[in-house]
């Protein structure tokens, strides 16, 4: 079956860091883009970064801009996303993507497989 498996939430304080890796089954990624979304309690979804197939251009929200790093490794299949600083308003289900493009498109629709999320909170 074709998924995408986020791991590395969990419970950090404000101020620390995790490292969250997403990792494709059943296909390769290294046709694809792949975005990281977050979705906060009670709030909508929405893009965090993007990295290209090759890893050389990347994007970031204005919210996590210098403090998220986004990065792959096609030889593992795996893509990552480093989360230092981190404050409470970070606190969301985190979920990967792929979009079969070289670089990002930011449109949500151009994602063709998500992963099922991964919960990071961030305390206070």
């Known amino acids: 079956q074709l998924q995408l498996v986020e791991s590395g939430g969990g419970l950090v304080q404000s101020g620390g860091s995790l490292r969250l890796s997403c990792a494709a089954s059943g296909f390769t990624l290294d046709n694809y883009a792949i975005g990281w979304f977050r979705q906060a309690p009670g709030k909508e979804r929405e893009g965090v970064s993007c990295?290209?197939?090759?890893?050389?251009?990347?994007n970031y929200a204005d919210s996590v801009k210098g403090r998220f790093t986004i990065s792959r490794d096609n030889a593992k299949n795996t893509a990552y996303l480093q989360m230092n600083s981190l404050k409470p308003e970070d606190t969301a289900v985190y979920y990967c993507?792929?979009?079969?493009?070289?670089?990002?498109?930011?449109?949500?629709?151009?994602?063709?497989?998500w992963g099922q999320g991964t919960k990071v909170t961030v305390s206070s």
């Open positions: 990295v290209s197939t090759s890893g050389g251009s990347t």
């Open positions: 993507a792929a979009q079969p493009h070289d670089y990002c498109s930011g449109y949500e629709k151009a994602y063709a497989y």
